[in-house]
């Protein structure tokens, strides 16, 4: 166990579903980030958080709404998902004044069908 | 945009053995770090070093790092058939806020 928590572990939603991702974080850090992992690709940083403040969104469609409503929590929105979305999202969490040794939860695995 | 670069892709190799990955990346940096992640689960820490390090070792795992060819070393020493994962390394952002990771070597231990 990392200190952080993921739910849910797995996830089939249609293309016009809505849902959310939700991590939880035990560690007191105050920088919370959210990526997602596809086969044969390297992992990309989707959003960052720190003190519950955006500081990075790289380049992420709509249809991903990430949100913050404290240090402990960070929820990733869905919305009219496309297949190719289909992927591990994985969620961390790090002391806000050091981005290093990052903490990760076990992921969540989502298919969009 | 991708800043690491493992190497091999792929590593097989018997248990007892030693393995060997190699990470390669662009632009200065203060530290690197490698991290371990099982079959689909999530990652985990195992080793930073610094840019003022060549060596660090922390229990079977020894990290190296040359800044001059912008290159660093992940040595497992007598792997395990428990040691089988992806290994990827990690280096900061250009803005400091976040990691960006390599593809990773996928490494078997068999036993």
């Known amino acids: 166990e990392t200190g952080v928590t993921q739910t849910p572990r797995h996830l089939v939603m249609g293309m016009t579903n809505k849902k959310s991702l939700k991590c939880e974080q035990h560690l007191g850090h105050n920088a919370m980030y959210w990526y997602k992992q596809s086969a044969k690709k390297p992992l990309e940083l989707m959003f960052v958080y720190s003190l519950e403040e955006r500081v990075e969104n790289n380049s992420v469609p709509s249809r991903f709404s990430p949100e913050c409503p404290n240090s402990s929590h960070l929820f990733l929105h869905l919305h009219t998902l496309q297949p190719e979305d289909s992927a591990l999202y994985l969620c961390?969490?790090?002391?806000?004044?050091?981005?290093?040794?990052?903490?990760f939860g076990p992921g969540t695995r989502l298919t969009v069908l | 945009s991708q800043q690491g670069e493992e190497d091999p892709q792929a590593l097989s190799i018997q248990e007892g053995e030693n393995a060997t990955m190699n990470c390669s990346y662009k632009t200065s940096i203060n530290n690197l770090q490698w991290y371990r992640q099982n079959s689909g689960r999530g990652l985990v820490h195992l080793i930073l070093i610094r840019s003022n390090e060549r060596e660090k070792h922390s229990g079977r795992l020894r990290v190296t790092l040359d800044t001059s060819k912008k290159s660093s070393s992940l040595l497992i020493t007598a792997s395990r058939a428990a040691d089988t994962a992806s290994y990827f390394c990690?280096?900061?952002?250009?803005?400091?806020?976040?990691?960006?990771f390599g593809k990773g070597t996928t490494l078997s231990v068999s036993s």
């Open positions: 961390a969490s790090s002391p806000a004044d050091s981005y290093n040794e990052q903490f």
């Open positions: 990690a280096t900061p952002n250009q803005a400091g806020t976040a990691l960006i």
